[in-house]
């Protein structure tokens, strides 16, 4: 909450400007929820909420700089890795054809 208030809410400079400050908005906003409906509406079914849980240690991306820049590094290379996963299924897809045609009707 500070931070919103040092920076603004909303605008070119402010909190919500960066990514990762609205992942973390959205974790918060999403316990906060959570920790409402469980707490008004009694014993209801929170699963879907509950999986947002997951993301949580990405909260640490927004608070350790070198962490944040692994893992921006590691987003920019997902790009270059199709081509890596396409060449692997073409393999995988033309040992599978021969698999089959060698072994055909002996297993």
Known sequence: MIKIVALGFYG????????????DFFIV???????????????????AIRTIRVLRPLRAVNRIPSMRILVNLLLDTLPM??????LCFFVFFIFGIVGVQLWAGLL
Not at 12 to 23: G, Q
Request: net charge negative; hydrophobic share 45%.
């Open 12 to 23: 070119s400079a402010a909190y919500l400007s960066d990514t990762w400050n609205r992942l």
């Open 29 to 47: 906003c999403a316990g906060c929820a959570e920790y409402l409906l469980q707490e008004y509406l009694g014993n209801i079914n929170l699963t």
């Open 81 to 86: 890795l199709g081509n890596v996963l396409l």
